[in-house]
């Protein structure tokens, strides 16, 4: 089979790791790709929203499946387009991917297949936004949470405790768009607090099949610290989240989910993602995400048995009721190495050393993220740089590994947080 993966990032070479894997796969190519990638596949200068372009390469090339990686392309129609084209792909069709694509259609499907979530109301005008502002901080709420509604890459959510903040927020947002249209309407909904989990399942709409549950570390700096990130590193699986609790996720939020966009007419197929929080009152939704997370597919993937070509294959057929999913009894530990001052500015281009001495500790790998190589040499090309990937028979083991591993990487203002994992420890 030869294969296309769509994208650029960590996830995408964990993607392209584990299907180069697979037996059934003879070649594989990746748009755009990055300098890790390349080792495994042949990478196309094709942006991963240049959706037109990636049809017509798959078709030029006889790809058999595309994989996509990113949620952009996804809401911007990729499945369809492909599917128009009679090209096979993994991943939800536009209207699904909504899901993600539109925060205030999210929580209406919350609140209307009773998902367990924040309350909250959806505004698109400012005026009346504020004044909802106003009203909850009079009644005595100790905070707000503001969310844009359309697509920001991670930008969109603020958590906030003062009206001035709440008013500053809705004003940025809603009349200066600093998010552009992604601000024309926003959420307003309560804070809640707890741990938060990454739950995915791979779907093909109506069988859903539960990944382990994973800890995304979102902050910048050790201890929680700093600006919301993409995420700088994770773990899985994550013990808070019991067998139970993961069974109820199944039946109170993935499979409600996925049963609301059967009823919309185009049912889920891919990775559905719930990000939750596990509150003292059991488990609530933040977010649908409609794609693998990025960097908790760089945890799961080093852990799951089965060929994902075939698994994928499955779900693009609906015939997932017939596959069983199997784990390596085994914890995995990613840490993520980021260019110094992201995710606010930083400078790119500098070398990196030590990638070989990395990969040789036991059961470690380091995917690539913002990288290019360059006369030779592997250079620095984004924010997230590397996502270092260590397994063990314990989390301690698992994360003893990736940051002996870490230690062996040198690049000029390299930063990583030094408490992936800790706290569980
Ligand atoms: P979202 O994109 O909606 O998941 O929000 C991004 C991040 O903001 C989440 O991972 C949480 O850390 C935080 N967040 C979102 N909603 C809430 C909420 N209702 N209460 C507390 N934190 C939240
Ligand atoms: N790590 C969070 C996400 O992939 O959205």
Redesign the pocket.
């Known amino acids: 089979m030869k294969i296309l993966v769509i994208g650029s990032g960590g996830r995408e070479h964990a993607l392209v790791w584990k299907i180069a894997q697979s037996p059934k796969v003879e070649k594989i190519y990746a748009a755009p790709g990055n300098a890790g990638i390349a080792e495994l596949a042949e990478c196309v200068a094709i942006k991963a929203t240049d959706v037109e372009s990636l049809a017509s390469f798959a078709e030029r090339n006889h790809i058999d499946l595309t994989v996509v990686g990113p949620e952009s392309p996804l809401i911007a129609g990729v499945v369809d387009v492909f599917e128009g084209r009679g090209l096979t792909i993994f991943g939800p069709s536009k209207e699904p991917a909504r899901l993600e694509g539109s ?1 205030v259609y999210a929580k209406e499907v919350m609140r209307r297949y009773h998902i367990p ?2 309350d909250f109301c959806a505004f698109s005008d400012p005026q009346a936004a504020a004044e909802y502002a106003h009203k909850r901080f009079s009644e005595g709420a100790k ?1 707000l ?1 503001v ?1 844009a509604d359309g697509e920001a890459a ?1 930008k ?2 603020f ?1 906030v405790h003062q009206l001035v903040e709440a008013l500053e927020v809705i004003r940025s947002l809603m009349e200066e768009r600093v998010l552009g249209d992604a601000g024309a309407r926003i959420v307003m ?5 707890g741990e ?1 989990a990454s739950l995915m399942a791979i779907t093909d709409g109506m069988t859903a099949l539960p990944l382990p549950p994973v800890q ?1 570390y ?1 902050r910048a700096l050790d201890h929680d610290m700093g600006a ?1 990130t993409g995420g700088m590193g994770s773990i899985c699986p994550l013990r808070i989240v019991t067998p139970e609790m993961q069974q109820q996720a199944l039946e109170q939020i993935i499979h409600p989910a996925i049963r609301a966009t059967r009823d919309a007419g185009i049912p889920f197929r891919g990775v559905l993602y719930a ?1 939750i ?1 596990v509150t003292e009152e059991g488990l ?1 939704t ?2 649908f ?1 409609v794609r693998f997370g990025d960097p908790e597919t760089q945890a799961v993937l080093p852990l799951l048995e089965n060929d994902l070509v075939e698994v994928m294959h499955a779900a693009v057929e609906c015939r997932l009721e017939e596959v069983t999913l199997h784990w390596k009894p085994r914890y995995a530990v990613c840490v993520v190495i980021a260019s110094g001052g992201y995710p606010g500015k930083y400078e790119t281009g500098f070398p990196i050393e030590g990638l070989d001495r990395a990969a040789e500790i036991p059961e470690c790998v380091v995917f690539h993220a913002g990288t290019r190589k360059e006369g030779g040499k592997v250079v620095t090309a984004g924010g997230r740089v590397l996502g270092v990937t260590a397994l063990g028979d314990t989390l301690a083991q698992a994360r003893g590994r990736a940051y002996e591993a870490v230690r062996c990487i040198r690049f000029d203002y390299m930063h990583y947080r030094e408490d992936i994992g800790l706290k569980w420890i």
């Open positions: 925060k979530t924040a905070g949470v969310k991670g969109g959510v958590v909904e309560e804070v809640l607090t938060e995304d979102k919301n990000g929080m609530k933040l977010e995400n």
